[in-house]
């Protein structure tokens, strides 16, 4: 989880049941395995999922611990290997310089980001958009920009809506 987060990944993490319905609204499903896992559980999740990545193995025994060799098109990543497959599957939108944080919502019409500093330090930052973005503060006290170059307070939250 803190690579998702440090990245500003929205995520879910689960450790029982996913419904088929919240599975197909992901673009990548990222699933912990063992040298045993349930076949039903991973074929609902290969079924349903764009991208399924497997790790740090793939299972050879299915819940019985019986000889299972299944699941070809999920892709197996080392634990040493995870960043660069998250790189590759689920690239951040947005960046910022720790130990600055964004968290960015949208409802799929607008976009928020909130821009926190954590520290009891003010801190300089700049956010990066993976593509070209306009964004004006929320509490109208900055003029809208396409280059967040932002100085903030110590323990302080922006809020940012692109324009």
């Known amino acids: 989880t803190a690579l998702l987060r440090q990245r500003s990944i929205?995520?879910?993490?689960?450790?029982?049941?996913?419904?088929?319905?919240?599975?197909?609204?992901?673009?990548?499903?990222f699933v912990q395995s063992a040298e045993f896992f349930d076949p039903l559980d991973l074929t609902a999740i290969v079924q349903h999922a764009r991208n399924v990545v497997l790790?740090?193995?793939?299972?050879t025994l299915d819940a019985y611990l019986r000889p299972y060799e299944g699941f070809p098109q999920a892709?197996?990543?080392?634990?040493?290997?995870?960043?660069?497959?998250?790189?590759?599957?689920?690239?951040?939108?947005?960046?910022?310089?720790?130990?600055?944080?964004?968290?960015?919502?949208?409802?799929?019409?607008t976009t928020l980001l909130f821009l926190s500093n954590p520290t009891d330090a003010e801190i300089r930052t700049r956010l990066r958009c993976r593509n070209a973005r306009r964004f004006e503060s929320v509490w109208g006290d900055a003029a809208p920009t396409d280059a967040l170059e932002l100085t903030l307070p110590p323990y302080t939250v922006n809020i940012w809506r692109e324009t």
């Open 10 to 29: 929205d995520f879910d993490l689960s450790d029982s049941h996913v419904s088929r319905e919240r599975l197909a609204g992901y673009d990548a499903i």
């Open 55 to 59: 790790g740090p193995m793939r299972p």
């Open 75 to 109: 892709r197996v990543v080392a634990t040493e290997r995870l960043d660069q497959a998250v790189d590759e599957l689920a690239p951040p939108d947005f960046e910022i310089d720790p130990p600055a944080e964004v968290v960015p919502h949208t409802d799929g019409r």
